[in-house]
């Protein structure tokens, strides 16, 4: 199978055939796909990563040489030398050239929350997965994706997955806390700093303190969001 490569900074993933449509995800820069379907000026594609569909222009994917190694940008953002000319970058692309490398095991927990960290005040955006605007799960994705570790993209997905802790007390730097609507649905997710603190994207990517009853938001005076489970991914 023929596959293609996202050759600009980030295109919107949408639901259907047309710029108006929902933005469902994101592809970043020299993330491969399979061409699904083709439709006029648009393709259905699936992204090698994490599996996800969606629609897009099709003026952003290039064909990719199969015998081409990739290396993930780790740092926050940057411009970069790429075949297409100079192109600002985020964290999370997959690039030709050398890159620092985060898979270290022994200090992993640590490298997560420092990752993590970087992010700090970047802008919620439904459907983001880049340091320019990011959603909840796309944030905890995009954390692990630069440590070598895939995720799926949505957050109940994230949450089939997994070891659960069986006390918030319990749980540990890089651990993600999923989080429940009224109906019990997974609706968002955070990664876990220390038993009592979490970073996650609401609005903009912040720290909250974290309880057994969920995430509490000091500046609003209340729980925002209510605790389902944490889950250990390492």
């Not at 399979?34 to 699936?46: F, P, Q, V, W």
Request: with cysteine.
């Amino acid at each position: 199978m023929e596959k293609h490569y996202c050759s600009v900074s980030v295109s919107p993933i949408r639901a259907e055939i047309s710029e108006k449509s929902e933005m469902t995800s994101q592809i970043l820069y020299g993330e491969t796909c399979e061409i699904l379907e083709t439709d006029g000026l648009y393709s259905k594609i699936k992204i090698d990563f994490d599996g996800y569909e969606g629609w897009i222009n099709n003026s952003v994917l290039k064909k990719q040489n199969s015998e081409v190694s990739k290396n993930l940008i780790t740092q926050s953002f940057g411009v970069f030398d790429v075949p297409e000319g100079k192109n600002l970058l985020s964290i999370g692309s997959e690039v030709e050239f050398s890159t620092e490398n985060l898979t270290d095991k022994a200090r992993l927990r640590e490298s997560l929350v420092e990752t993590a960290k970087k992010f700090l005040n970047v802008p919620y955006l439904w459907g983001g997965r880049s340091f320019f605007g990011i959603d909840c799960s796309g944030f905890v994705q995009l954390v692990y994706k630069v440590h070598g570790i895939s995720l799926p993209r949505d957050a109940d997905k994230q949450a089939e997955i997994g070891f659960s802790r069986d006390f918030v007390e319990e749980s540990e730097p890089g651990d993600l806390a999923f989080f429940e609507d009224e109906t019990g649905f997974i609706t968002h997710v955070g990664l876990v700093l220390s038993p009592f603190e979490i970073i996650h994207a609401s609005g903009k990517v912040r720290i909250d303190s974290l309880d057994f009853s969920g995430i509490y938001n000091a500046e609003k005076n209340k729980h925002t969001h209510r605790l389902r489970m944490v889950k250990n991914f390492l």
